[in-house]
């Protein structure tokens, strides 16, 4: 049989619908479908990151069912079936389920990475170390986990408790926590004991069905009937909606992780990013430059902003801090540090009825 | 002979190519074509004001050539010739002297009204007032401004000290005084000797080409050849480019005005602004607003900003004191205070070689 490395199977969880990026991301065009460093979106920057471990005929990507054929368009590498499109939301551990009947499919022996659609690493070399590493300890039955060597004390990710080392590189996982609040975040950063969940999984794919029918067995019972189907193929067709519909909405984190003993842990220390807010870009801009812009954009006397336009020219003149995101049709103005309560906009929008904004 | 307020001709001098309403304002649309309040813009907001004592046809526009089109557009009300295009920027002089020729062609006796084009007036019924008295007093050969009570120590406008009264109601002009600092322009403000200049000028229309003979006579000689034509006739036509070529570019404060020795000011207590920047916006908001908004907006949790958009939707959260002005091709954000700064923006526009954004 050949190594772990040679045997990994991505599966790309790129189901996200947020709205943390509007008016960039809309429902037709979700955060993983967006384009904020090159001129690759967060999806294929995640497929490009592990191409050199992972030919395209073992990738895949699981996504919401109206996504299907712009992901399509943009993977045009992948092989027929590999988009696989949830006509439902029902959160990551039927996606895991889903990811884990088609890497089967590709082989027996898939060793099975999960990876989220929207991530921003800035050492992609190191993280493919990292999964090399997880890969050969996946090979042995571990389920395992990257953990992110914490630059600061974030309180918007969810941490690792890291516990004894197992393997050279590899620690057990004491235990998952919550988004901290910035206290405790700041004991985590001086303890060196904590790590950022940066919500990639590695574990065999057969480990992978295992693990779910043990822990929620409903998701087994469901799927089941799709077990030996190609994706994409008649038989699977004619029976997915229904089958998954039946599974119930449930988290891997909460579903799966919460529930096995023994899972493990590499340390990543890549330059990592969940992407998650306009605030986060504000402090992935490059070196030297005064703001993150994207576009057609003149900044004149500003600083630590984010200014983005996809259409209009935008001119600002003595901002700090303050995000400026135009589009074709809406822009958005705020400081960064407030990037959260884009929500209160998508929801005003929303009682307005302005669903062509949304 | 008709009383004087009966004889009125009001020319309102729309030449301005102001950028500072840049993304609004364009060569193609200059300020006094903008709509900042209801839906007429400030041109013709101005003919409006004085439309119960002046009728369409009595009433002139001097403006640029290229805007002749579109003012014509904005006025159908005004008859054939009525809008005057200047073929080059001669300043203000120049057009009080063909405002003056063509006055007189509408009536010997004509009392001339020179009104901006961009000014805003919250109570038309006291400007008009303004105007009959001093109407009134050209009507006896003197030259009349108009002269705003200060309501806060402003540094944009020029200033009119006060002189000896000469009738109820009219004061002599002391002096004219230029842009004060924040300093003198408290004491004026304490000291009630002082008033803006709001730039109009009333006076008879054979006083002003007199006027014009006296001070600047390289205008008198330059427009002589015009005396007697229709503005816009086939013999005025032949001629115009060419005389007004000749005429020197020079303003009528400092052409005429500093060297008239008995200039006579009107008060003027009706709200009043000259809608210079976009700070001066956020002070005119409706009762009751946060901000000053138009078109289509979302504004939250944001308080003294002006916000305005006439294509996508702007949407602004957290904001104090921005001005943020959205067009379908270009949008400005900036601290209020800072509105004169948008010059540096139209300088970064003009170096990129961006036309079609100016």
New interface residues.
């Given amino acids: 049989m050949s190594s772990a490395a040679e045997r990994l199977v991505c599966a790309v969880m790129a189901g996200g619908s947020g709205t943390r990026f509007w008016?960039l991301s809309r429902q037709a065009t979700p955060k993983q479908l967006l384009t904020f460093f090159g001129d690759r979106t967060l999806l294929q920057a995640t497929f490009d990151r592990v191409a050199p471990l992972c030919p395209a005929e073992r990738r895949l990507v699981v996504t919401a069912a109206h996504l299907v054929a712009p992901v399509q368009q943009l993977l045009p590498e992948l092989p027929a079936g590999a988009v696989i499109g949830e006509p439902m939301q029902r959160n990551t551990a039927p996606c895991m389920a889903v990811a884990a009947l088609a890497a089967l499919r590709l082989d027996p022996d898939a060793i099975l990475v999960l990876l989220p659609a929207d991530h921003w690493i800035a050492d992609p070399a190191a993280f493919r170390a990292a999964l090399v590493l997880a890969a050969q300890r996946a090979d042995g039955g571990a389920i395992v986990t990257l953990g992110v060597t914490p630059s600061h004390p974030e309180t918007g990710y969810g941490y690792i408790q890291l516990g004894p080392e197992v393997a050279s590189g590899v620690r057990q996982v004491q235990r998952f926590v919550e988004k901290p609040s910035v206290e405790v975040a700041l004991q985590y950063l001086a303890g060196g004991q904590h790590l950022w969940n940066a919500g990639v999984f590695v574990l065999r794919a057969d480990r992978a069905w295992q693990a779910l029918q043990q822990h929620v067995p409903a998701i087994g019972q469901a799927l089941q009937p799709l077990w030996g189907l190609d994706p994409g193929s008649e038989p699977w067709q004619q029976q997915f909606v229904e089958r998954f519909a039946a599974c119930p909405s449930i988290s891997i984190d909460y579903g799966v992780m919460e529930k096995e003993q023994a899972i493990e842990v590499v340390r990543l220390d890549a330059g990592w990013s969940d992407v998650g807010t306009w605030l986060s870009l504000a402090g992935m801009r490059a070196e030297g430059q005064e703001n993150f812009s994207r576009g057609d954009v003149?900044a004149?006397?500003s600083s630590d902003c984010v200014l983005i336009s996809t259409?209009?020219?935008?001119?600002?003149?003595?901002?700090q801090g303050?995000a400026?995101v135009?589009?074709?049709?809406?822009?958005?103005?705020?400081?960064a540090e407030?990037s959260q309560?884009?929500r209160?906009?998508v929801a005003?929008?929303q009682k307005?009825g302005?669903k062509d904004?949304l």
Avoid: K, N
């Fill in positions: 008016p003149i004149i006397d259409g209009p020219l935008v001119a600002v003149v003595g901002l303050i400026v135009a589009t074709a049709d809406a822009m958005l103005v705020l400081p407030r309560d884009v209160e906009v005003e929008l307005r302005r904004l």
